[in-house]
């Protein structure tokens, strides 16, 4: 059984298509051991708590340093017995201490098709503003690794999804959410647990 931590910020709907496909029995051999958010009021602790799971919240505010916080943040996920570290929408970056902590057992799931509106300074609606703004035709979701870069590790799953006339950032957001992240993050999810299992 792999042992996840699920790492939020906000809504916590890819928390909810993770938690779906485990109770759907769609993912196979994996649980959530964690769900940590940097933010008291993220609803997704409130979808944790409805589901049983142990939540959490650990903001880098509470630390002299984001080193320090990076420290802790691997330290608990350690002691927690969490073999994979699953960034649904965290919007904090991540220190080199704990990418270096869980290094090749991070992954992170991204509201665009990398490498187009990525790095720093896109997150969340941004992505689907910008994409807007350049016009283009077509845009979807990209789960990867995480390495020291902003959305630069390696690439596990891309899915497509098609730019509407008259599409608005939120409503280019849901379709992204709906057609692409929803489906590709558990699929990604499923990918790396065997990976894993294979490196052993
Ligand atoms: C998702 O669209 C996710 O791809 C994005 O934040 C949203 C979180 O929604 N992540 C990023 O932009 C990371 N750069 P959720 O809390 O409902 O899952």
């Known amino acids: 059984m ?15 298509a993770i938690i779906d496909a485990i ?16 933010r ?6 409130t979808r944790a708590k409805d589901h049983k799971i142990p939540g959490e919240c650990i903001r ?6 984001i080193e320090e916080y990076g420290d802790h943040l691997a330290n608990y996920l350690q002691s927690n017995g969490i073999d ?14 704990f990418i270096q902590a869980f290094a ?3 992954i992170n799931i991204h509201p665009s098709l990398i490498p187009s ?27 990867h690794y995480v390495d020291e870069g902003t959305d630069t590790g390696p690439i596990i799953i891309q899915k497509a999804v098609c730019v509407e006339p008259g599409d608005t950032p939120e409503i280019l957001q849901k379709r ?7 489906v590709i993050l558990p699929e990604a999810i499923d990918l790396v647990r065997k990976e894993l299992e294979d490196r052993r």
């Open 23 to 38: 109770e759907s029995g769609k993912l196979k051999d994996v649980s959530i051991g964690c769900v940590i958010s940097n």
């Open 176 to 182: 992204v959410m709906e057609q692409a992240e929803w």
């Open 60 to 65: 880098p505010r509470d630390f002299g340093s």
């Open 84 to 97: 994979l570290v699953v960034l649904a929408g965290f919007l904090v970056v991540l220190p080199k201490n």
């Open 104 to 106: 090749g057992r991070i």
């Open 117 to 143: 509106f990525c790095g720093d300074g896109f997150y969340g609606l941004k992505v689907h503003e910008a994409a807007l703004a350049r016009g283009v035709k077509v845009t979807g979701a990209t789960v």
């Open 2 to 16: 792999l042992s996840i931590a699920v790492l939020v910020s906000g809504g916590g709907t890819n928390l909810q």
């Open 40 to 45: 008291k009021d993220a609803y997704a602790l």
